[in-house]
Each structure stands twice: as C-alpha cells, then as structure tokens.
C-alpha cells in the first residue's frame, strides 16, 4: 500500500482481560448491531478470534484508546488540551506547566 490510498478507519474492541482487538470500522459495525439486538450473552467470531459478548467492554476509537493508555501512565490533560506528565503541575503564580520537583525559572 502506498502513502495515496486511504487508509482504512480502525476501532478496538476492549475485553474485561485487557485484550484489544483491532478491527475496521465497517465490520465493526456489524457487532455493534449484534451487542444491540442481544439480550443474552454468547459466542461470536471476529476474524479468527471467538470471544464472549459478556467480556465486551467497549468499542473505542483510537483516539479514545490513546487517551485511556496515557491516563493509565499517569499523564493528564492541562486546561489546554496539551498531556502532561505525572507530577507535573502548574505554577500558582504564572500558570506554566513545572515538571515534578522543579520551581518556576520565570516568575521568581
């Protein structure tokens, strides 16, 4: 495949164990309608994988995915929309982002 073609949208569908399963958003959406229809948990195929829809988490976007795991590491999000790392914090006085341990070189 060359850097032209479009690529593909991807979700992941998140199991209670932590496995993540990467599939294409139109075949997606096909289990999206299955876990709708069902009142009952069962087996389904995705790909080569057999899974039970009880071990379903969620259907997540990449993005979605991308947050969970920097949340999971401890990062978080300043009022600008920019991760940080953990123990990172703002400085009280003129609000630039201090790395842990660190004091302010700006305003003091």
Avoid at 8 to 26: A, P, T, Y
Avoid at 45 to 71: C, H, L, S, W, Y
């Amino acid at each position: 495949m060359n850097n032209q073609e479009i690529s593909k949208q991807l979700v992941c569908i998140s199991l209670r164990n932590g496995i993540e399963i990467w599939l294409e958003e139109e075949k997606a959406e096909n289990l999206k309608k299955i876990l709708a229809n069902s009142k009952e948990s069962k087996f389904i195929n995705i790909g080569k994988e057999t899974i039970n829809t009880a071990d379903i988490v969620g259907i997540f976007t990449p993005q979605t995915m991308e947050d969970i795991i920097r949340r999971r590491s401890g990062q978080w999000k300043d009022k600008y929309g920019k991760w940080q790392d953990r123990g990172a914090r703002p400085c009280p006085t003129c609000g630039r982002i201090l790395p842990y341990g660190k004091t302010c070189g700006f305003c003091s």
